[in-house]
C-alpha cells in the first residue's frame, strides 16, 4: 500500500498556499520547537526516529546534526539540497510545488537544531517554477512571522534564502553545492574536513535533501515512536520513489521502506506495458551501492526490446558530460569509457574491448574525490556482469542484439 | 551596458541575501541570461562591476555552468531530454520529429530565429517522459500532437508580441 505522510496533502488544492498549509497543522512543529523544545532534544527526536538522509547516502539526520560543534563562535549554515539531478528522480520538484511549507518548516527547526540563523535552499536551475514557488513560500512565512527577527516572540531570529543553480549535475554533491553556493565553480572539496566543521564559508554546515527536510515537522507533531514504527529495523520511515521507464503508470509513490519492489512496480505500476517483459532495473543513487533499493528513490524498469549497451551509453554520456574534471580517473576515465561503448554500440567494438572496460572501471572505483566517479561505474560494472553476452555480441556480430527503436507517439 | 535596469535591481537585490558578495554571482548570471538569453564577456564585466568582484571570477564560475548558452540563440530554447527514462520513451524520435517540424538539426537556430534545439540531460521530470524544456517552463508526456499545438502557440504568441510564462 502507499503510505501518505510526506504525501497526504500532495493533491490538495492550494496546499503551496500558507493558509491552507496552516489549516493542516502547519507550522505547529515550529512553534512547539521554538517554545517548548532545546537543540539537543530536537537532534534528540530526530535521532529516535530513525530518520536517515533521502539524498542518496543515507545517513542518519540527527547524528548528521549533532556533529555541529557547540563551541564554536562561527556563523552556522542550514542548507536544503533540492539540486535533483540523478537520472530517473523527481522527487523533490512534487514536495516543492506541491508542498513547499513543508520544506521551509522542516528547514527552520532543522536550522534551530543546529543552531543557524541562515539557511538556503539550494534548488536546480532549470526547476524556475519551483523555486518561484519555494521563493513565495518563504516570502510567506516572512509575512506570517514564521521567519525572520524575533520569530514567534522567541527572539529567535532566521533568514532563509533560495538560491538557485547552473545546471550541473555535480553541484548536487555537498562539498560541490557548497563550493557552487559560494560563487565557485561547483567541484567536491576533499573531506575531511566535513561541512559540519568547516562547511559554507569554512563554518559549520549541515545539508540535508529536501525530502529529508520535510519529514522533520511530521516527526516534531507526532513523535520519534510514530516515525519508527514505519518501515523496517535498519530503514525506518517513508520513502518517495520515482517510478519511470517501461511501466504502466509512471509517477512519485511514497512507500513505507521495506515494501517489496515488486509492489511498486505491478501493483502500483501496473508492470511493463504493450506484452513486453521487464529486462532490467536501474536504481537511483550515486551515493549507494548499485542494487540497493534505497539511493535517491529512482526505478527506472526497462523492457526486453531494449539494448544494454545502448542504455549503457545514456548512462556513461551523462556521468563524462557532468563529471567536474577535478581527479584524473574520474575525468580521464568517463571520457575513455564513453568512446569504448559509444564505439561498441557502433558496432566497430574490437576482441579485448570488454576487458579494456573491465579495467578502466577498476581504475575508477574507491580512487575519486567524490562518488560521483563510482556512480559512473557501478551501472557499467553490473550490467557487463548481468548482459556480457549482449556486449560481446556487438563486437562478434558488429551490431545490436536487440534494437532499442522507442517512438514517441 | 546591457543589462537593464530592471536586471541591475534584481541582481543588488539579490546581493543582499549573502554576506559574501561572490555567492551573488550565480543569481546575477540567472537574471542576466533571463533578460539577454546568454551570456557573454561584456556581461561579466557588468556583472563584476555591479558586484564589486574580479572580472575573473564572474567568467570562470559563468564557464563552468552549462544551463547558460553562451552564444547567442533563438527566441525560444528548446531543450529535449535525452536522458535514460526519456530515452526509453522515444527521446530520439521526440528529437528527430522536431527537427523535422523546425527544419534544423540539434544545435541549430532556426531562420526565423525563433527556435535553438538542443538536447540535455535529466531534468528531473523523469516520470512524465518524454520531456521538453522551452525557456522557463516544462513541457511533459509530450505526443506528437502536443509538440504541434506547442509549437503553433509559440509561433502565434511570438507574432503577438506576447509572452509566454510559467
Ligand atoms: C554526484 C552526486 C550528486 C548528488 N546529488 C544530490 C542531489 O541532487 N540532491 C541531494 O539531496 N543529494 C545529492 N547528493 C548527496 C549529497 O552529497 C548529500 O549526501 C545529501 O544532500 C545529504 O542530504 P541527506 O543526508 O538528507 O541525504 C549527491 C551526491 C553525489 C555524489
Ligand atoms: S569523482 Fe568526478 S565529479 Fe567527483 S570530484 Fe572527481 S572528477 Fe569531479
Ligand atoms: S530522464 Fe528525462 S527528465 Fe529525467
Redesign the pocket.
Known amino acids: 500500500m502507499e503510505k501518505k505522510v510526506l504525501f497526504k496533502y500532495i493533491d490538495f488544492p492550494e496546499q503551496a498556499n500558507i493558509n491552507i498549509y496552516l489549516s493542516h497543522g502547519g507550522y505547529q512543529a515550529w512553534e512547539k520547537t521554538l517554545k517548548n523544545m532545546s537543540p539537543a532534544a530536537v537532534i534528540d527526536e530526530i535521532k529516535k526516529s530513525g530518520l536517515?538522509?533521502?539524498?542518496?547516502?543515507?545517513?542518519p539526520?540527527g547524528l548528521?546534526w549533532s556533529f555541529v560543534p557547540k563551541d564554536n563562535s562561527k556563523p552556522r549554515y542550514l542548507i536544503g539540497?533540492?539540486?535533483?539531478?540523478?537520472p530517473g528522480?523527481c522527487k523533490?520538484r512534487v514536495l516543492m510545488e506541491h508542498d513547499p511549507h513543508a520544506i521551509v518548516e522542516g528547514m527552520a527547526i532543522a536550522a534551530f537544531a543546529i543552531g543557524s540563523h541562515q539557511a538556503f535552499c539550494y534548488v536546480?536551475g532549470e526547476f524556475v517554477r519551483p523555486a518561484h514557488l519555494m521563493e513565495k513560500a518563504i516570502e510567506e512565512a516572512y509575512a506570517k512571522g514564521f521567519l525572520g527577527n524575533d520569530i514567534l516572540g522567541t527572539g529567535y531570529n532566521l533568514n532563509m534564502t533560495v538560491h538557485t543553480g547552473g545546471g550541473a549535475?555535480?553541484c548536487?554533491?555537498?562539498?560541490a553545492?557548497l563550493n557552487s553556493l559560494e560563487g565557485k565553480r561547483g567541484m567536491s572539496r576533499l573531506r575531511p574536513p566535513f561541512p559540519a566543521i568547516e562547511g559554507l564559508y569554512l563554518c559549520p554546515t549541515v545539508?540535508?535533501?529536501?525530502e529529508?527536510?520535510a519529514a522533520v515537522p511530521l516527526i516534531i507533531n507526532n513523535g520519534a515512536e510514530w516515525y519508527a514504527s514505519m518501515g523496517t529495523d535498519k530503514s525506518k520511515g517513508t520513502k518517495i520513489f520515482s517510478l519511470s521507464g517501461h511501466i504502466k503508470r509512471p509517477g512519485n509513490y511514497e512507500l513505507e521502506l521495506g515494501t517489496p519492489l515488486s509492489y511498486l512496480i505491478n501493483d502500483l505500476g501496473g508492470g511493463v506495458p504493450d506484452g513486453h517483459n521487464m529486462k532490467a532495473i536501474i536504481p537511483g543513487g550515486?551515493?549507494t551501492p548499485f542494487g540497493s533499493m534505497l539511493g535517491?528513490g529512482a526505478v527506472i524498469v526497462i523492457n526486453d526490446q531494449t539494448c544494454m549497451v545502448w542504455v549503457i551509453e545514456r548512462l556513461i554520456h551523462f556521468y563524462r558530460h557532468?563529471s567536474c574534471g577535478e581527479c584524473t580517473p574520474c575525468r580521464e576515465g568517463t571520457a575513455w569509457l564513453e568512446q569504448l561503448i559509444e564505439r561498441l554500440e557502433k558496432g566497430k567494438g574490437r576482441p579485448g574491448d570488454l576487458e579494456k572496460i573491465d579495467s578502466i572501471c577498476d581504475n575508477i572505483l574507491g580512487r575519486t574525490i567524490?562518488?560521483?566517479g563510482d556512480?559512473a561505474v557501478m551501472p557499467i560494472q553490473s550490467a557487463l556482469k548481468l548482459f556480457r553476452e549482449e556486449f560481446q555480441y556487438h563486437i562478434d556480430n558488429k551490431r545490436c542484439l536487440v534494437k532499442s527503436e522507442f517512438v514517441f507517439k | 551596458m546591457i543589462l537593464n535596469d530592471i536586471s541591475i535591481a534584481k541582481i543588488r537585490q539579490k546581493m543582499i541575501c549573502y554576506t559574501v558578495r561572490k555567492s551573488a554571482i550565480l543569481p546575477a548570471l540567472t537574471v542576466a541570461c533571463r533578460q539577454v538569453g546568454h551570456l557573454n564577456n561584456e556581461i561579466y564585466r557588468e556583472i563584476s562591476v555591479i558586484l564589486e568582484i574580479p572580472y575573473l571570477e564572474v567568467a570562470e564560475a559563468a564557464s563552468f555552468y552549462t544551463m547558460f548558452p553562451k552564444k547567442p540563440v533563438g527566441r525560444h530554447l528548446i531543450q529535449v531530454c535525452h536522458n535514460i527514462s526519456c530515452a526509453l520513451l522515444g527521446a530520439d524520435s521526440l528529437i528527430s520529429y522536431l527537427e523535422e517540424k523546425l527544419g534544423i538539426k540539434k544545435g541549430e537556430t532556426s531562420p526565423d530565429n525563433l527556435f535553438t534545439l538542443i538536447s540535455v540531460e535529466c531534468l528531473g521530470s523523469c516520470t512524465s517522459a518524454p520531456m521538453i524544456q522551452i525557456d522557463d517552463k516544462y513541457y511533459e508526456l509530450l505526443t506528437r500532437e502536443k509538440i504541434d499545438r506547442i509549437l503553433d502557440d509559440l509561433k502565434e504568441s511570438s507574432l503577438n508580441g506576447k509572452e509566454s510564462s510559467f
Request: aromatic share 4%.
Open positions: 536517515r538522509g533521502r539524498g542518496g547516502a543515507g545517513f539526520t548528521k539540497n533540492a539540486d535533483e539531478s540523478e528522480t523533490d536546480r549535475y555535480i548536487g554533491e555537498e562539498t553545492l545539508v540535508n535533501n529536501v529529508t527536510l550515486s551515493s535517491s557532468e567524490c562518488p560521483l556512480a
